[in-house]
């Protein structure tokens, strides 16, 4: 296997892996950088989600409402949001301004990226038609959804309980769609720079998540001359509190194909063999 450069570049749907391995004699070792863009296909989907952003919704709960979000690397959202909604709770109309702290998480497990968050809201409401202004409002709110890969939707239902002074409590659930930050397509990318005696293999990579989050790793691997493959496992720096606890691990054989990989990254597990 020696004398021979390894790269493979891929794309399975919505993912896009850009890899560089260089292999050369154990006479000759040395260090290389390379970035490719080129795409080829996989028979499976690895997609990894950072529902990090901002959203905005009119229509969610008749409510004027915004929501700024923050995933970590181990898959934990932590956000606030504010809100102006007008709301029916026991057939009186009311007006409600609220702020909102979000907690939750994002998991994914044989594909199917799963999110939960829960919120605790507080503020005020107003009830014109009984000339009650200034009422102290608060609520909760549990969400479950799922990320549809292919329409980069958010997708689930949400139990929402409100209660307002002097007027009671209203509990409902609400099935909602809510759309992806536009530069969240699950696809990443994988930017490596590894030295190889022939035998062994060290280094370095840059994982890039499609919305540019970029994830600092080490390479560390083996090449097998028998069975003309090398082996590769790349863990993410404890310096980097993103990368911290997150891997992948890949196989490449002598003809330059991906024979499998699989990994943990922001809590989602992904595999393709």
């Known amino acids: ?41 996989l028979p499976c989907n690895a ?41 029916n709770i026991d057939g009186v109309w009311i007006g409600i301004d609220f702020c909102y702290d979000v907690k939750g998480s994002v998991k994914q497990k044989k594909r199917i990226a ?12 107003d009830v014109p038609s009984e000339d009650l202004y200034n009422l102290k409002f608060n609520g909760t709110e549990q969400l479950k959804a799922v990320i549809n890969s292919y329409a980069q939707t958010i997708e689930g239902m949400m139990k929402v309980k409100a209660c307002i002074q002097k007027v009671g409590c209203e509990k409902t659930e609400v099935v909602f769609e809510e759309d992806l930050p536009y530069d969240m397509d699950g696809a990443w990318f994988l930017d490596v720079n590894v ?62 194909n991906i024979i499998s990989f699989k990994g943990n990254v922001l809590n989602q597990k992904i595999q393709c063999k």
């Open 1 to 41: 296997m020696g004398h021979k450069i390894l790269g493979r570049v891929f794309k399975q749907g919505i993912m896009t892996l850009v890899m560089m391995l260089v292999f050369l004699s154990p006479i000759n070792l040395c260090a290389e950088e390379f970035y490719f863009n080129s795409e080829y296909d």
């Open 47 to 87: 997609s990894i989600w950072d529902i990090t952003g901002s959203y905005d919704d009119d229509e969610m709960l008749d409510c004027d409402l915004t929501m700024n979000l923050v995933q970590d690397g181990k898959g934990k959202i932590t956000g606030y949001g504010c809100a102006d909604c007008e709301t």
């Open 114 to 125: 799963e999110i939960k968050m829960k919120m605790k809201f507080k503020g005020t409401g």
């Open 195 to 256: 030295d190889d005696d022939g035998k062994k293999i060290i280094g370095d990579a840059v994982l890039t998540l499609a919305n540019g989050r970029q994830l600092h790793m080490a390479a560390k691997g083996k090449i097998n001359t028998k069975k003309e493959e090398a082996k590769v496992t790349f863990k993410g720096l404890k310096t980097d509190a993103d990368a911290k606890g997150n891997s992948l691990q890949v196989t490449v054989d002598d003809d330059i």
